[in-house]
């Protein structure tokens, strides 16, 4: 084992988003524990699969464990696992307030928790949440409550975290992306979602991918919502 290789841990890796997340820091020759309820394991060696419910404490002290014994370290998270449900705020259920306060919360406190301590010892790290841009500017017609109470807290909590760890060798910083083409969205609808973009056009997997490589490899951003939303965040249109 050796300890020079970088390592990342990424939740939410099956599929989508945190696949790409997974290769992209492969690229960067990066070992990683990838992390989701359903995920498979790899053919690469440098990708360790660790499955289970990242909202559960003891699947992620697995995890973590996994990297440290596995890799020797742990350089970055990306807390990527989480669930959109949109309805009515009268419309949610008791269910749905509990799913997604599990995934998006329970699985962010975890594992950053069990992380952060092997990061001060080293005096490095790097935490990347991925939130929404409908925290800021939400839209007429598509409503979003719980999105904005859960994740609404990571884009603060990225902050606070910033503050708290910035002398200390740790930098914690969010990606905000708008919809996003991914397998969770039905082929009829995508038309329709684009134009909810100012610029016209879904985002890309490789448009979150790319602004999360920018914020590893930016050592002096610290506390920031990087909104990768084709312009939705900046106001109506």
């Known amino acids: 084992m050796s300890t020079d290789q970088k390592v990342a841990i990424v939740t939410g890796a099956s599929q989508g988003i945190g696949a790409g997340i997974v290769r992209a820091y492969r690229g960067l020759g990066y070992a990683v524990v990838a992390n989701s309820r359903t995920i498979k394991e ?82 490095h790290g790097h935490i990347v949440q991925i939130t929404t841009t409908l925290v800021d500017q939400p839209i007429a017609g598509a409503p979003s409550g719980l999105a904005g109470l859960t994740k609404g807290g990571l884009a603060a909590v990225t902050r606070g975290l910033a503050i708290e760890y910035a002398d200390r060798g740790l930098r914690v910083n969010a990606v905000a992306p708008g919809i996003i083409r991914t397998p969770m969205h039905a082929p009829e609808t995508l038309g329709a979602l684009g134009k909810l973009h100012p610029m016209g056009r879904l985002g890309e997997i490789e448009d979150v991918v790319k602004a999360i490589l920018y914020l590893e490899q930016a050592p002096f951003v610290t506390g920031e919502i990087l909104n990768v939303d084709g312009g939705q965040h900046a106001g109506r249109w």
């Open 42 to 123: 790899d053919e690469d060696p440098e990708i360790v699969s660790v499955a289970g419910d990242i909202g559960v404490r003891v699947v992620a002290e697995k995890v973590v464990r996994t990297a440290t014994q596995r890799f020797g370290r742990i350089d970055t998270l990306i807390n990527n696992a989480g669930i959109f449900i949109g309805k009515p705020f009268t419309d949610y259920t008791a269910e749905d307030f509990e799913r997604t306060l599990h995934i998006n919360v329970a699985g962010f406190f975890h594992v950053t928790q069990l992380v952060v301590p092997q990061m001060l010892e080293r005096r």
